[in-house]
């Protein structure tokens, strides 16, 4: 039955289904723009990669540069590293010491801090100090006119100023992440030993027991995808930068919004994957802890 | 002048740098509209018009920064389009581009900014890229003791001048200003305004100047072209209201091309008031 369009409930009827396509039209609007996103880092990505190849980088443009995100992000990684072992130690204490199990301590700080918290801590570190000043370094850059100054003198913004940032991130993250374990352990000891009063000779032999290279490795292992993350989410921010004083800020929150959530996304799946690998050389399954 | 590396010859029967129909847009917004102009070598021609009107968006079209919607930029007679982004980078050698903001950039020192593209682009040994260098400084009025400043440590008009050395490095046959004298004081502007003559005596240099400065206008162009922003025009009115001889835009009857040299407000503010104009 037709209903007179002039009538207050075909005008509230209409105005439902067009509040209802604007709403449709909004989300696939924002599902084409995170697309496009995509496909522009995957893009970016690539030509990071072939500039890696296709020409070398000058010493004068990468010493800087690993300087910057290696030795400077030394002391905040270890300072973290430190703090986080003694909070696992304070965390962990109450529940073993009510199951009895207080020596074997040692085991769940180390293991937890190699496998885990070691490289997700240096990496997060790494996205919250290195990260952030790339993206607001590039993003001032692109806003002053200088990336178009590069690119203006035939030179390739890309290669000048992407890749050392790349390079130093996947190169330096992983003395990073051993720091952060040296740290964390060495942290989770002194605390376990000196005001909970845990055994060494039990503290260590535990540990021994439990955590082997491969643990440490995956963290290693896992941390070069962080570093690679990091550096090309953080660089693709600031080369994308927004006008003004705004733009550069947001680029440089969301340059580590987004490292942040990409590292815990990639530390799931490397963690998954990972397992399946170490059950694959040692078949009789995990180890049992308790 | 610098003496390396040799400036590839133009072939004075082609324009140098010639657009055509020449349509961009940002999304929604439309900023040039069939924008064809030919310059022709050693020409001057002066880019005028109002805040907002794409004279900046026509420039770095010209060196392939933008890329147009439509329409095409051709240098020497081929487009843009047809080079791959090796041979653009390349082909780009050619021009100098002095940015607005000067664009130097803020980790090397003001030696190290001049020296990019020679280092970028030739095999000179440090010795020769320094006597350049201070070649260049002389050339554009800076003492030799800013070498080793870093360019927050100059004044803008400093920073213009060095941004303008820069890119005379590699002696391109073609140099592109985009508001060279804006946010400088008379005296620098005419300073600037002397040294982009001097530049084109240089010998067959082409130039194009982005300005919204009648003086420096006046002074440098062979050709001026006046573009209006698309938002005060009606969808079929060409965007260049005016293409000629600075003496002929001071005859120009036109009112728009009146209100820009005088520089008066008009209606301006009651616009503003209306939610209208660009």
Wanted: net charge neutral; with cysteine; glycine share 10%.
């Amino acid at each position: 039955m037709a209903t007179d369009p002039t009538t207050p409930v075909a005008r509230l009827r209409g105005g439902f289904s067009d509040w209802i396509a604007d709403r449709v039209a909004d989300l696939g609007a924002f599902m084409l723009d995170r697309v496009a996103a995509v496909g522009d880092v995957a893009i970016f990505t690539f030509r990071t990669l072939g500039w890696i190849v296709a020409r070398r980088q000058r010493r004068d443009v990468l010493v800087p540069a690993f300087y910057q995100i290696g030795v400077l992000s030394l002391p905040v990684v270890a300072l973290t590293g430190l703090f986080i072992g003694m909070v696992l130690a304070v965390q962990s204490y109450a529940q073993f010491r009510a199951l009895g199990l207080q020596t074997r301590l040692g085991s769940v700080i180390n293991l937890s801090l190699v496998r885990e918290l070691g490289p997700v801590l240096a990496a997060t570190m790494l996205a919250g100090r290195v990260g952030s000043a790339m993206a607001a370094e590039l993003g001032t850059m692109r806003v002053t006119e200088q990336i178009d100054a590069l690119e203006s003198m035939g030179a390739n913004p890309v290669y000048y100023l992407v890749v050392p940032r790349f390079l130093g991130c996947l190169v330096l993250i992983p003395t990073l992440t051993v720091m952060a374990d040296f740290m964390g352990v060495l942290g989770g000891y002194l605390y376990s030993h000196l005001v909970l009063g845990i055994d060494y000779h039990h503290y260590w032999t535990n540990s021994r027991e439990y955590v082997d290279a491969f643990d440490f490795l995956m963290g290693i292992f896992k941390s070069f995808f962080f570093g690679a993350a990091i550096a090309l989410v953080s660089c693709h921010h600031g080369f994308h930068s927004g006008h003004g004083a705004e733009g550069v800020g947001r680029a440089a929150t969301n340059a580590f919004v987004h490292s942040f959530v990409l590292i815990l996304i990639l530390d799931l799946f490397l963690g998954m994957w990972l397992n399946n690998v170490h059950d694959f050389f040692r078949p009789e399954g995990p180890r049992r802890l308790l | 002048m610098a003496p390396s590396p040799p400036a590839t010859p133009v072939d004075p029967a082609l324009p140098v740098l010639a657009t055509e129909r020449l349509t961009v847009r940002f999304g929604l917004v439309t900023v040039l509209r069939d924008i064809s102009v030919a310059i022709a070598p050693g020409e001057t021609l002066v880019i005028l018009g109002e805040s907002g009107c794409g004279k900046t968006v026509l420039l770095k079209c010209l060196i392939g920064l933008i890329r147009p919607s439509s329409g095409e930029v051709r240098f020497e007679g081929r487009s843009l389009a047809r080079h791959s982004e090796r041979s653009l980078a390349s082909l780009r050698t050619k021009y100098g581009f002095v940015f607005q903001g000067a664009a130097l950039f803020d980790s090397l020192s003001i030696a190290d900014n001049i020296a990019f593209p020679l280092r970028e682009h030739t095999r000179l040994a440090e010795a020769e890229i320094a006597a350049i260098v201070d070649q260049l400084l002389a050339e554009v009025g800076l003492p030799p003791q800013v070498r080793s400043r870093k360019p927050m440590e100059l004044s803008g008009g400093m920073r213009k001048r060095a941004g303008l050395a820069r890119a005379l490095a590699l002696d391109p046959p073609v140099v592109l200003y985009d508001e060279p004298t804006t946010g400088l004081d008379p005296i620098m502007t005419d300073v600037i305004g002397e040294l982009i003559l001097k530049v084109r005596a240089r010998g067959g240099v082409t130039s194009v100047v982005v300005t919204h400065d009648m003086h420096t206008a006046r002074k440098v162009a062979d050709r001026i072209v006046m573009l209006h922003p698309l938002g005060r025009l009606a969808a079929d009115a060409p965007q260049i209201v005016f293409s000629g001889t600075p003496a002929e835009l001071d005859r120009s009857r036109d009112p728009r091309i009146r209100q820009f040299i005088e520089g008066r407000a008009g209606n301006r503010l009651v616009e503003a008031a209306a939610g209208g104009g660009a």
